[in-house]
C-alpha cells in the first residue's frame, strides 16, 4: 500500500488513541494501588501517614508517565474533540495534584516528628510501668519472713512480663536468704529484657527514618515540578510550572507591602508583574519585531536626479 496523507494521517489517529488508553491503564493501576495502600485510613496514626506518603510518592511516576502520554496523543491527533477535551480536564486536575505533592513536605515532617514524639512516648511509659511493677516485687522479696509468705506473695504479684523462672515448689528447701538473691537476680534480668524491648529509638533507626523522609520529600518537589509541567489552569496558555514564579512573587510579603504602599499613597498605582500570558506574548513579539510602514519611512532623495525648481 502507498503512502498517502490519508494513510498517515489515520495511523497517527490510531496512535493517539492507543497512547491515550495506555494512560487511562496507568491511572487506574496508580489509583488501586494508592487506595489499598491507604485504606482505611487513620489520620491520627503518623505511621500511617508515613506509609500512605511513601506509596504515594513512589508511585507517582505511574501518573506522571500516563500524563505525558495523554499530551503526546493529543498532540498527534488535534482533530480528536474527545481527546482534547480529555487532556484539558486532566491538564485543569493535575493543579491541585501538583500542589498536593508540596502539601506532602510539610506533612512528613510532621508526621516524623510524631512517630518519635510517640515511639519515645510509649517507651518511656512502659519502661516506667516495668520499674514500678519490679519494686513491687523486690518490696515483696524483701518483706518476705518465711518461704512460703514469700511464695504467697509472688503468685499475687506474677506477671507474664516479669514471670520468675524459679520453681516455687522448690523454696522450702532453699534458705531464705539464698532464695532471696536468686529471686533477685531473676527479677532483674527480666526487668532488663522488658526494657530492652520497648527502649526509645536508636539512632540507627531514626537516620533511617530520617533519610527515608528526605528522600520523599525531595521527590515530592520533584514530582510536583513534573505535574505542574503537564498541568495547565483553565483561560491559560502555558504549562502551570511557568505561573509558580508569578505566584511566589505574589505571595512574597515584600511584594505585597510595595503593592499596599503604592495603593496607599495619593494618586499611587499598584504595578503587579504581567502575567503568564503576557509575557507569552511579549516574548513572541520579541522574536518578530514589528515592521516599518512605509509611508512612515524618509525616503533620501538624489540631488543628481531631483527635478529641477521652476521658477
Not at 490519508?6 to 488513541?17: C, H, K, P, S, Y
Not at 533507626?205 to 530520617?210: F, N, Y
Not at 518537589?221 to 489552569?233: H, K, N, P, T, V
Amino acid at each position: 500500500m502507498s503512502e498517502t496523507p490519508q494513510n498517515r494521517g489515520l495511523e497517527t489517529a490510531i496512535v493517539a488513541d492507543r497512547l491515550a488508553l495506555v494512560a487511562l491503564t496507568l491511572f487506574a493501576v496508580y489509583g488501586a494501588a494508592v487506595l489499598a495502600a491507604i485504606l482505611p485510613p487513620r489520620l491520627l496514626d503518623p505511621l500511617w501517614q508515613l506509609s500512605s506518603t511513601r506509596i504515594t510518592v513512589e508511585a507517582a511516576p505511574i501518573p506522571l508517565l500516563g500524563l505525558a502520554l495523554l499530551h503526546l496523543a493529543a498532540y498527534l491527533s488535534p482533530a480528536n474533540l474527545r481527546l482534547q477535551r480529555r487532556r484539558e480536564a486532566l491538564a485543569r486536575l493535575a493543579v491541585p495534584v501538583s500542589l498536593a505533592f508540596l502539601l506532602i513536605i510539610p506533612l512528613q515532617g510532621q508526621a516524623v516528628w510524631r512517630s518519635y514524639r510517640l515511639a519515645n512516648a510509649i517507651a518511656d511509659q512502659q519502661q516506667a510501668s516495668t520499674s514500678e511493677r519490679a519494686e513491687r516485687v523486690r518490696l515483696a522479696i524483701a518483706q518476705a519472713t518465711s518461704p512460703e509468705d514469700l511464695q504467697r506473695r509472688l503468685l499475687a504479684l506474677q506477671r507474664p512480663d516479669l514471670r520468675i523462672q524459679l520453681d516455687p515448689s522448690r523454696f522450702p528447701a532453699i534458705p531464705l536468704p539464698v532464695l532471696k538473691r536468686q529471686l533477685l537476680s531473676q527479677l532483674d534480668q527480666a526487668e532488663g529484657q522488658v526494657k530492652a524491648r520497648f527502649s526509645p529509638i536508636d539512632r540507627a533507626t531514626a537516620d533511617r527514618i530520617t533519610r527515608e523522609s528526605l528522600r520523599v520529600m525531595v521527590s515530592s518537589i520533584a514530582f510536583a515540578a513534573g505535574f505542574a509541567a503537564c498541568a495547565q489552569r483553565k483561560g491559560q496558555l502555558v504549562p502551570f510550572l511557568m505561573e509558580w514564579p508569578e505566584l511566589l512573587a505574589q505571595l512574597n510579603p515584600l511584594e505585597l507591602w510595595r503593592h499596599r504602599r503604592n495603593l496607599g499613597e495619593p494618586g499611587g498605582i499598584a504595578v503587579f508583574p504581567p502575567s503568564a500570558a503576557q509575557r507569552e506574548a511579549e516574548f513572541f513579539e520579541s522574536l518578530a519585531p514589528r515592521e516599518e510602514l512605509p509611508h512612515l519611512t524618509p525616503v533620501a532623495k538624489d540631488p543628481m536626479t531631483a527635478s529641477p525648481k521652476r521658477d
